[in-house]
């Protein structure tokens, strides 16, 4: 089955420093991969995804995710954290198992400290 | 603004009762569906329409019953929940539901059983 790891429950960064959020994948064949953001008391919204084509996937709000297929990771990276940027960061991919459907890791809370 | 948009936004039930989630998108999407959100958890899917079919039943409990009733709604139907369906509701849609489109969600209706 695919699946995705988010390692950290929770990242703090100073604002105004670049900001690393991590995530992992465990697929056969070619992974489709997402990154989704969820604010408090907010529904998800989409980021960015990997489907093929440039490792270096640029999205919304200044977010980029870097493709690394050797490692087998998909890091969610902003070169400047803002404060807003402070928010609950799901890691998504492709599962191509009894439904083709998506399923998310299990989240990583970001505080960007002012 | 969400341009997905749930009603009611909180809902208090008690196990005995029968009562109804509702979601409505207004982008000519023809994909729809319903993730049932733990607190600090990740979404989980529960239904999938497309083009006002189901598609995908993830193994939901009878007690909730989806119901489409046309492309810019979808309907989750609540009868004799248990405490532990309490959770946030999400409703989601999509172009026509390939997996590498964006899905697009709304802000939730949060839940709780008595």
């Known amino acids: 089955a695919q699946s995705v790891a988010q390692p950290e429950d929770q990242v703090n960064v100073a604002e105004g420093n670049p900001l690393t959020v991590k995530c992992t994948y465990s697929?056969?064949?070619?992974?489709?991969l997402f990154w989704y953001v969820q604010y408090p008391n907010r529904g998800l919204q989409f980021l960015l995804k990997y489907i093929t084509g440039d490792n270096l996937v640029k999205g919304s709000y200044g977010f980029e995710a870097e493709f690394n297929k050797s490692q087998t990771s998909f890091h969610l990276k902003k070169p400047s954290a803002l404060v807003s940027d402070s928010a609950l960061y799901f890691c998504a991919v492709r599962d191509m198992g009894r439904d083709d459907k998506i399923i998310f890791g299990k989240g990583t809370r970001l505080h960007i400290l002012p | 603004d969400t341009e997905v948009t749930q009603t009611p936004k909180h809902l208090v039930m008690g196990m005995t009762n029968k009562k109804s989630l509702k979601c409505e998108q207004h982008?000519?999407?023809?994909?729809m569906y319903w993730y049932k959100q733990k607190a600090k958890k990740p979404p989980e899917l529960m239904f999938v329409y497309s083009y006002e079919k189901l598609s995908i039943n993830e193994s939901v409990p009878s007690r909730f019953s989806p119901e489409c009733p046309n492309s810019s709604l979808l309907n989750l139907h609540l009868h004799a929940l248990q405490p532990e369906d309490s959770a946030l509701y999400l409703c989601a849609s999509s172009q026509t539901g390939i997996v590498n489109q964006p899905q697009h969600f709304g802000d939730g209706t949060r839940l709780s059983i008595l």
């Open positions: 982008m000519g999407h023809r994909a």
């Open positions: 697929v056969s064949g070619n992974p489709y």
